[in-house]
Nanobody, 126 residues
């Protein structure tokens, strides 16, 4: 069992920035491709961004491309999501997820992921 712990959420004004982090205490971080998902009230959990084990390949949803940046520091066993130009529609609980897969692969479907964090709330409001 892999434990994922997100942090960095909070309240930010429209146009502001936040950086989320996700760590895997006790796990082998480099065994996993990682993803960020989000879930707004009354909506399904949706894909935000994903990155491969080696961190070379990655992808974003259409709504976050150009504003969000996913990255990972394998030496620190930490996944990041840098979020810029935040808008009220970005308000959601953000989850990190992990799946054991080969070096360059990543996934965009939540059903492909094996492990999930508890989520961190991001609220964009003036």
């Amino acid at each position: 069992q892999v434990r994922l712990v997100e942090s960095g959420g909070g309240l930010v004004q429209p146009g502001g920035s936040l950086t989320l982090s996700c760590v895997t205490p006790g796990g082998t971080f480099t065994d996993y491709a990682m993803g960020w998902f989000r879930q707004a009230p009354g909506k399904e959990r949706e894909f935000v961004a994903a990155i491969s084990r080696v961190g070379i390949t990655f992808d974003y949803s259409d709504s976050t491309k150009g504003r969000f940046t996913i990255s990972r520091d394998n030496a620190k066993s930490t996944l990041y999501l840098q979020m810029n130009s935040l808008q009220p529609e970005d308000t959601a609980v953000y989850y990190c997820a992990a799946v054991s897969v080969g070096g360059f692969a990543y996934y965009k479907s939540r059903t492909d992921y094996e492990y999930w964090g508890q989520g961190t709330q991001v609220t964009v409001s003036s």
